[in-house]
């Protein structure tokens, strides 16, 4: 197997729609007004189907449209020292680079595909991802590469 000097990766890739936290909210969101038109409507069934469509429809349009407009991307750049992360929206561009020595500790979510990197100084850095292969291959990227102190026990 190759060893790979550097990891990089872009998020939303194209065939990104909406986040998985999106999604389930979402659908809660859907089953609640469903259940709520159904219980308060006299017309039943139809009026909640056709009203929860509606609502879906919305928000679908909705979130492409603020998706087009905004056009925010973030790329990743992780090398054996640090990371680099770039994120540009339609008016700015914002860079910022951790040095692996200086994070304290992260958090990865293999099913929501996102994370977080905690520096020494306090600061956060948000983590996403496309798919679990992208949280696989960081992880394991950052378990060869990164040093954490041990907790000491009590």
Do not use: C
Not at 70 to 88: F, I
């Amino acid at each position: 197997m190759v060893e790979t000097k550097k990891l990089s990766w872009i998020f939303p890739s194209k065939q990104f729609f909406m986040l998985r936290i999106e999604l389930l909210t979402l659908a809660i969101l859907t089953v609640l007004i469903f259940l709520l038109v159904i219980l308060q409507a006299e017309r039943g069934w139809v009026s909640a189907i056709l009203l929860t469509i509606l609502f879906v429809a919305l928000y679908m349009g909705i979130s492409f449209a603020i998706q087009k407009y905004r056009k925010d991307q973030e790329h990743y750049q992780l090398s054996p020292t640090h990371l680099q992360v770039t994120r540009k929206s339609r008016n700015k561009t914002k860079s910022a680079k951790v040095a692996l020595k200086d994070i304290k500790h992260h958090k990865l979510d293999h099913t929501f595909l996102g994370g977080y990197l905690l520096t020494h100084g306090g600061k956060k850095h948000l983590l996403f991802f496309n798919t679990k292969d992208e949280v696989k291959k960081f992880e394991s990227f950052l378990k060869k590469h990164l040093t954490l102190p041990r907790k000491k026990k009590k």
